[in-house]
């Protein structure tokens, strides 16, 4: 059997055996896909079922979490924990708390996450987490009830030594903050390690809030460099405006980019003058609202409600909202206007449809895996600083992220380049991902 069809028989398991969960489904088919070259390289791998193991996860939480709203009315939401692989570390990986979510979603963002933080070169296990909770409209006091009921239960399946939560969508400094004072209040155990994202005041690091988009950010400054190109004067679209939105916003300007457009699920706000990230952060951080706003204080901008912000010209567009947000259309879209390179700051982005696009006009592509990574690194470097009861300056943190993101662009370029798929990123990332993991796993026995 050749190492093609071993892999396709592989991944029809994984569908049989996970039914109904199509994002994961897409995660797996996008690493698998890659990983032929290297099991003909290493026969021990198939030998020893490693696939087949990743692509189970090591542990599943699904739990209730009751609360009381402001009406005094009982809520009940649905917590998810997915446990994916420890063998590099503690499970590490983001609580996402949005509607969408279900256990495909968090198994999805989970299995991404092994890859991703392999590739770090730090020591974590990949993990993903959250809840079908709506945060929006809600107000401190219900988040701070849904939080505490959330930790309740979760708590005793965490440890700095265990697993260490972190953000995602509709996870940020508040909820971290709710999150750590109940697990502290439950356990009696100032443990600094057991989340990452805390605010700077009480064990947090600086950088790591603005960590996902300026890695983002790095990532592609690598690429074009390895291209012999610069982000100068370039003309920028982000998506999102959430917090690596905002982020990757602040360091393309801080680059000498231009970002004329963000959105957020409503619609898209054109600037062509450049986006005002003031506005931007008055809008999303300090009052939570949406980004239709933005008009207000800049009457020069358009609102497109429903548009697609991929329609507009651009050099470099950065997907940084959510999941399968850039389709073939939007792919063709951007290529026939001129875009010359694509990161992702959001987490699977983009639709196998879109890939193919990007591969095909051979423009510089980032996978989230390697792109965003600049997030969960920092977390990391978050850890180290919290296990040596330390705290840095942002100047010094800055550097180790600036580091990790150019060493990540270094391990995928070769590894790209090992494999026959020169400049191919998503091959890049994945295989020298898995060979961490795979090796780990192999070093262990049977687990
Ligand atoms: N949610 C982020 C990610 O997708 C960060 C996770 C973390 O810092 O643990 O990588």
């Not at 198994?107 to 020591?123: D, R």
């Not at 460099?225 to 998506?239: D, I, P």
């Not at 457009?261 to 409503?266: E, H, K, L």
């Amino acid at each position: 059997m050749s190492a093609e069809t071993a892999i396709e028989s592989i991944f029809q398991q994984v569908v049989r055996r996970n039914p109904g969960e199509d994002e994961f489904h897409q995660a797996v088919h996008e690493v698998l896909e890659t990983l032929g070259p290297v099991l003909v390289k290493h026969p021990e791998y198939a030998e020893h079922k490693i696939i087949e193991r990743i692509c189970e996860p090591e542990r599943q939480i699904i739990f209730r979490v009751p609360w009381q709203d402001d009406n005094g009315h009982v809520q009940i939401n649905r917590g998810f924990r997915v446990q994916f692989n420890s063998a590099l570390g503690p499970y590490k990986g983001g609580l996402r708390f949005h509607p969408s979510v279900y256990l495909g979603i968090i198994k999805f963002l989970g299995f991404e996450q092994i890859f991703k933080n392999a590739l770090t070169g730090m020591p974590i296990g990949g993990a993903k987490g959250g809840s079908d909770f709506d945060p929006k409209g809600r107000s401190d006091g219900e988040v701070m009830r849904f939080c505490q009921s959330f930790m309740t239960e979760l708590h005793r399946h965490l440890g700095e030594y265990t697993d260490v939560p972190a953000g995602d969508i509709g996870v940020g400094a508040r909820e971290i903050g709710f999150l750590f004072g109940q697990y502290k209040r439950i356990t009696n155990r100032y443990e600094s390690g057991v989340l990452t994202g805390k605010n700077p005041h009480w064990g947090g690091s600086l950088v790591r809030r603005e960590a996902t988009g300026y890695g983002t950010v790095f990532f592609v400054d690598e690429m074009l460099r390895a291209r012999g190109q610069s982000l100068e004067g370039r003309t920028c679209l982000v998506s999102g405006s959430g917090n690596v939105a905002i982020y990757a916003i602040e360091k393309l300007e801080e680059l000498g980019a231009k970002v004329v457009a963000c959105s957020d699920s409503n619609g898209v706000i054109h600037d062509p003058d450049g986006i005002s990230l003031e506005t931007v952060k008055q809008l999303k951080e300090i009052e939570r609202r949406r980004i239709s706003d933005y008009i207000k204080h800049r009457p020069r901008a358009k609102y497109h409600a429903g548009a697609s912000i991929w329609d507009i010209p651009c050099d470099v567009a950065l997907p940084c909202a959510t999941q399968n947000e850039l389709g073939e259309t939007a792919a063709r879209r951007l290529v026939a206007n001129g875009c010359i390179a694509v990161a992702e700051g959001a987490n699977m982005p983009t639709t196998p449809g879109g890939i193919r696009v990007f591969e095909e006009a051979r423009i510089a592509y980032g996978p989230g895996k390697a792109a965003n990574a600049g997030g969960v690194a920092t977390s990391a470097l978050e850890m180290q600083q919290n296990a040596s009861r330390d705290a840095w300056t942002f100047e010094y943190t800055e550097k180790r992220l600036h580091a990790i993101m150019r060493d990540i662009h270094g391990r995928c370029f070769e590894a790209a380049e090992e494999f026959g798929s020169p400049g191919n990123y998503i091959v890049g990332a994945n295989i020298t991902g898995f060979r961490r993991v795979a090796e780990a796993m192999l070093a262990f026995g049977l687990i």
